[in-house]
């Protein structure tokens, strides 16, 4: 496949766990659109090289129509809002989208500063630091949660609540 921008080969290769197509030339991403919101909410690259991908790959953005590499129909444009602030092109049809140099990365920091990425981080932080027998309390109790059981026990509700406010000082 080609790049819809500058027409050098894509190469297929991983981006925090998920197969894309990068444009080598134009750092560009070629990605189905069901891993996006898997991408955005990936916590494997840290800010720092989030923020350094956005200085260095940036460039103009793609004002105009591009055709979709895969099928070759015009993509549309999606705005993505402030902080973010970036025109997506997306292939209705093949279900991709297209991110010009620095974009993918200025939208997984947009979801890293938000509420609900700064939630997501403190909650892997404090799973982090449970002890091992909790961290196995915690998991069953979730697979309880998971097949529809309607008492828990107390402890799930403990270390939800040790996970959301931390621990209890008395």
């Given at each position: 496949?080609?790049c819809?921008?500058?027409?050098?080969?894509?190469?297929?290769?991983?981006?925090?766990?998920?197969?894309?197509?990068?444009?080598?030339n134009c750092?560009?991403?070629?990605?189905?659109?069901?891993?996006?919101?898997?991408?955005?909410?990936?916590n494997?690259?840290?800010?720092?090289?989030?923020?350094?991908?956005?200085?260095?790959e940036?460039?103009?953005?793609?004002?105009?129509?591009?055709?979709?590499?895969?099928?070759?129909?015009?993509?549309?444009?999606?705005?993505?809002p402030?902080?973010?602030?970036?025109?997506?092109d997306?292939?209705?049809?093949?279900?991709?989208?297209?991110?010009?140099g620095?974009?993918?990365?200025?939208?997984?920091?947009?979801h890293e500063?938000?509420?609900?990425?700064?939630?997501?981080?403190?909650?892997r932080?404090?799973?982090?630091?449970?002890?091992?027998?909790?961290?196995?309390?915690?998991?069953?109790?979730?697979?309880?949660?998971?097949?529809?059981?309607e008492?828990l026990g107390?402890?799930?509700?403990k270390?939800?609540?040790?996970?959301?406010?931390?621990?209890?000082?008395?």
């Amino acid at each position: 496949m080609k790049c819809p921008v500058c027409n050098s080969e894509l190469k297929r290769l991983m981006y925090e766990g998920f197969a894309v197509f990068r444009c080598m030339n134009c750092h560009g991403y070629l990605l189905s659109d069901r891993r996006i919101e898997s991408i955005k909410r990936s916590n494997k690259r840290g800010q720092d090289l989030l923020k350094q991908e956005v200085i260095e790959e940036s460039g103009a953005d793609t004002l105009e129509e591009i055709r979709c590499p895969r099928c070759r129909r015009k993509m549309k444009k999606k705005f993505i809002p402030e902080p973010a602030s970036l025109h997506l092109d997306r292939c209705a049809d093949c279900e991709m989208s297209w991110f010009d140099g620095g974009e993918l990365a200025r939208l997984q920091l947009t979801h890293e500063i938000s509420l609900r990425g700064r939630d997501a981080a403190e909650f892997r932080r404090r799973h982090e630091e449970m002890t091992p027998q909790r961290k196995i309390e915690f998991e069953e109790n979730l697979k309880k949660l998971d097949s529809g059981e309607e008492m828990l026990g107390q402890s799930f509700f403990k270390t939800l609540l040790t996970l959301i406010s931390g621990p209890r000082k008395f």
